[in-house]
Every structure is written in structure tokens, then in C-alpha cells.
């Protein structure tokens, strides 16, 4: 069988199993025996505590063997999230609060008010070379599962801030955020000027991403990983199960937080200076930690933890890699999609910086639009019949365009997160200089798609008559992704072909 076999079982096997009373995932993995891992591929089903059979109703009971291929049994805790709640600290002694310049992974971070949880690592965003990310778990920023993301400041180490920005340590805003079956992920966009390097802290350079198999985590080729937390620092482990299903709890080990899918297990190394004490890979304020393997490539995020005991030592839960840029990139709505890819570097020491010409609310504040150049544009624009259509639309709703924005919290804030100021920026620039080309994307996404979510904002706070017009000019707006102003003027007239906007 192949890993693609095994996961199909799995599958058709994982409802019946989870309603198994005490069972709370279900994966593939080594099947133990007498606590040592062989080299059977086995349905590892994961309970609470093991009983005697004699004390098991036979509804009770997990199969030996599903289609073929033999169970094991695995004692572990409920995972939970390992964020921290504010005041609240797990290891202290190993703590790391630091304030790191330039950002990097396995940092600290925090949204102000929130737990603290980590950096895992950096993102860049195909076709926007404006927008570095740096990703940590939904559940370090938001308090629900279901919570989404508002355009919130996340900072490192802290959510500290201050009105004059004198002592901030906020670092960036929330650009997308996603917690459901497969992630639990939100990806802060950097500030403009922010220095930053493509590692991980105590690692070095990432090199590349890697899918970890079922068969390379199964012995002989057993599959060892590490990570660098908030809270334990650079942890080594083993990767023992892939494809798991189940269920995680939030920190009060009570509520249900949510129920994930192809889950990686990681075993944690034991401790050298103290053989036999149980240990842990990751702990409260972990969470969002990278995942790498030994040529620091990653395979995955660290969303949860299994928590030692007095007896066993706690394993980490992540996602794989794959899944986060899978996500974001093919599965979610057309308008919501980035092309987010793991930052890489060559050799340590690679200190980049955000661009910080367009950034949306800095740029703003710093180069306001001045009549001149806003009197230029419309001038350029109404050299063809349909642009001086849309000017004639703008003069006729500008003023309860700017009230919207500027007046009304919803649109403002649909404005900044959709990359409304930023786009419009783009524009007078182009307009300014022959050589400029507006973006492929803004803020990660298609222009159109920027422009859909502004359009419903306005459309639902604004007259009758804007929504009207909005609806009716949405359609006929031309592509201007990478193009010049001289190409963009030039499109604009190629519409003369088809019918005169009335």
C-alpha cells in the first residue's frame, strides 16, 4: 500500500472510530509495541486512557485490523491550543520575551490585550513585493474559532502600544486569517520600514518547504523535526503520525476549540541530563512555532500540544505546510485568494526591508493626494469617452465617497483592508511617472478582487443612487494589474469599441 492507501482507509473509518467512547483522534503511524515503534503501518486511534478489554462494552472495542491494516491503540491527553492568556505563563524559566530587530521566525508575538504566541516564519506574496507576512496561529490573535480578521495590530514581543507610537511593539495588522479543519492560522502584514530576515531564531536561514509522508515517518526512516518557541525555545522531536483526525481543546482543557484534519503527531526527543522524565515539545505560548526538519526546511506549524504527564511526555500537533499554502492559494473564494510562499535565504544574516512607498495607511498620512495631482489624473482620464465617464461618476459621489471612508467605521475599515488607499496611490503615482507600473496585487490579492469588497462596502452603506452606479460601472472597469499609465490610458480607449456607457 502507498500513502495514499493508508489515508483512505483511515478515512472511511475515522466517524465510527471517533464515536468510540474516550477516543479523540484518529492517524497513521508506526504501530507501538511494548512502547518501542516497529515498522507495521497501523491506524493509530488515540484515547484518553487505555482500560482491559473486560471493562470494554464490545461497541466499546477497536477493531484489531480495518480493511487489512492493524490498529494501534495510543494513550495521550485531548491536545489543547498553546497560546497564553494574559498574566498567565507556562515554563517560565525558558521564556523568551525578547524584543527581536529585524523580525524574525520563532519570535514572540501578541495582539494587544491577547495571550502571547510565536512567529513561526515569514511569508512573501506572489506578484506584490510590497507585502512580507509573518504568520502565527488564529488563536494567539482572536478568542473563537469563528472570530475573523479585522485589520487588528499584532506586535513582538508584546501587543504593547501607545497613542504617540513612541514604545510600540506592534509590527503589523492582520491581513487574513483562517481557523477551521485544515489551519488555524493568521498572516499579520508587516509595516512599511519594518526590517526582517527569512529565519527562524537558534535555526538560521529557511531553505525550502518539504511534505512529510507516512512513510518517511515511519521507521526505520523515523522523522526528526524541531522548533523555536516563545516559551521552550528550539525543541527537537520526532514526526510518528500523519493524516490525524480529532479533536482540540482550548487552554481551559474544557472547550471544544475545533476538530482538524491531517494533523501531524510529533514525539518529543527525551532530555539527555535527565533520562526518563517525561518532556514536552511544545507549551503554552508556542503556538504559530515553524516546524522544521533537519536540513530546516519547514513541514508545518505548531497549532497544539498533548501535555506531559507524570508518566508520558507531551507530543506537539501541527499542519502541514502544504495545507496553509494550498489554502489561501486554491480553496478559499476567488476574491479572498493570496499566493502566500515560506520566505528563503541563501545564508544568514539577509536583512530585508518592507517597502514602504505604497503602504496603505502610512503612505497616506505621508504623501496626501493634492488637488494638482488629483486635477492631472482626471484630466488624463477623460481623454477617452469612457474615462470621462467614470470622472463624471466620481464628481457626481465624490463627496459621500470621502464621508464613507472617512466617517463611517465599516467602510474605513474595508478601505485599509482591501487595499482601497493603497490602489489609489499606485494610480496617482503612475500618472505622476511614465516609468511606474501599478502592482499585480495589492495586499496579495487581484486587483478586481480589491475592488469587488470595496464596491460591496460602499454599495451597502452609501445612497441608493451610489449603489446604483457602483453596480453599474464594476463591470466595465479594465484590468490595470502591472500596466503603466500610458497602457492603462490605451486600454481605456481600446473600450471605445464597444458600446458608449450612457
Known amino acids: 500500500m502507498d500513502e495514499r492507501d493508508y489515508l483512505a482507509i483511515k478515512e472511511r473509518a475515522v466517524e465510527r472510530l471517533l464515536r468510540i467512547p474516550g477516543v479523540h483522534a484518529v492517524g497513521v503511524g508506526a504501530k507501538q509495541v511494548a512502547g518501542e515503534r516497529t515498522g507495521d503501518v497501523a491506524i493509530a486511534v488515540f484515547v484518553e486512557r487505555k482500560r482491559p478489554l473486560a471493562e470494554l462494552a ?139 530576515l527569512a529565519e527562524v531564531h537558534e535555526v538560521g536561514p529557511v531553505r ?108 506537539g500537533f501541527a499542519f502541514p505546510i502544504k495545507d496553509l499554502i494550498d489554502k489561501f492559494a486554491e480553496q478559499l473564494p476567488v476574491g479572498q485568494r493570496i499566493e502566500i510562499r515560506v520566505a528563503l535565504a541563501d545564508r544568514a544574516g539577509d536583512v530585508r526591508t518592507v517597502p514602504t512607498a505604497m503602504a496603505a495607511d502610512e503612505q497616506a498620512a505621508a504623501a496626501p493626494i493634492t488637488p494638482g495631482a488629483a486635477a492631472a489624473l482626471e484630466q488624463e482620464i477623460r481623454t477617452t469617452a469612457r474615462g470621462a465617464w467614470y470622472a463624471d461618476l466620481y464628481r457626481r459621489h465624490r463627496d459621500e465617497l470621502a464621508a464613507l471612508v472617512h466617517s463611517n467605521r465599516r467602510v474605513t475599515v474595508v478601505w485599509h483592508r482591501s487595499g482601497g488607499a493603497e490602489l489609489l496611490q499606485w494610480l496617482v503615482r503612475a500618472f505622476s511617472r511614465p516609468d511606474v507600473r501599478v502592482p499585480e496585487r495589492i495586499q496579495g490579492r487581484p486587483i478586481r478582487a480589491c475592488l469587488e469588497e470595496l464596491a460591496a462596502a460602499v454599495t451597502r452603506h452609501g445612497s441608493a443612487a451610489l449603489g446604483a452606479d457602483v453596480r453599474s460601472v464594476l463591470p466595465t472597469l479594465p484590468d490595470v494589474s502591472g500596466l503603466t499609465e500610458r497602457e492603462i490610458v490605451e486600454r481605456l480607449k481600446g473600450a471605445q469599441l464597444e458600446a458608449a456607457p450612457v
Not at 503520525?241 to 514525539?267: F, K, P, Q, S, W
Request: proline share 7%.
Open 58 to 196: 464490545p461497541e466499546e472495542r477497536v477493531p484489531e485490523e480495518i480493511e487489512g491494516v492493524k490498529t494501534d491503540v495510543v494513550e495521550m491527553p485531548v491536545p489543547t491550543t498553546i497560546q497564553t492568556g494574559p498574566g498567565q505563563l507556562f515554563g517560565a524559566s525558558r521564556v523568551d520575551d525578547h524584543e527581536y530587530r529585524p523580525i524574525r521566525g520563532g519570535s514572540a508575538c501578541a495582539r494587544p490585550g491577547q495571550g502571547h504566541g510565536t512567529f513561526g516564519c515569514l511569508f512573501t506574496v506572489a506578484g506584490d513585493p510590497n507585502t512580507v507576512i509573518a504568520a502565527t496561529c488564529h488563536h494567539v490573535v482572536y478568542d473563537h474559532c469563528s472570530d475573523v480578521a479585522n485589520h487588528e495590530e499584532v506586535g513582538q514581543p508584546s501587543g504593547e502600544t501607545s497613542s504617540s507610537r513612541c514604545c510600540s511593539d506592534i509590527v503589523g495588522t492582520v491581513l487574513a486569517a483562517q481557523c477551521d479543519g485544515q489551519v488555524d492560522i493568521a498572516l499579520v502584514k508587516l509595516n512599511g520600514g519594518e526590517d526582517w
Open 208 to 315: 525550502a518547504t518539504h511534505f512529510v509522508t507516512t512513510a518517511e515517518a515511519n521507521p526505520p526512516n523515523t522523522y526528526p523535526v524541531k522548533k523555536r518557541g516563545r516559551t521552550t525555545a528550539l525543541t527537537g522531536g520526532a514526526i510518528t503520525h500523519t493524516g490525524t483526525t480529532g479533536t482540540i481543546l482550548e487552554a481551559d482543557r474544557v472547550t471544544v476549540h475545533r476538530t482538524y484534519t491531517n494533523g501531524m503527531v510529533i514525539a518529543p526527543n527525551p532530555d539527555p541530563a535527565s533520562p526518563g522524565t517525561p518532556t514536552d515539545f511544545g507549551l503554552g505560548g508556542d503556538s504559530g512555532s515553524a516546524v522544521l526538519n533537519e536540513f530546516d526546511m519547514v513541514v508545518g506549524i505548531l497549532f497544539g500540544a498533548s501535555f506531559a504527564t507524570a508518566t508520558t511526555s507531551g507530543s
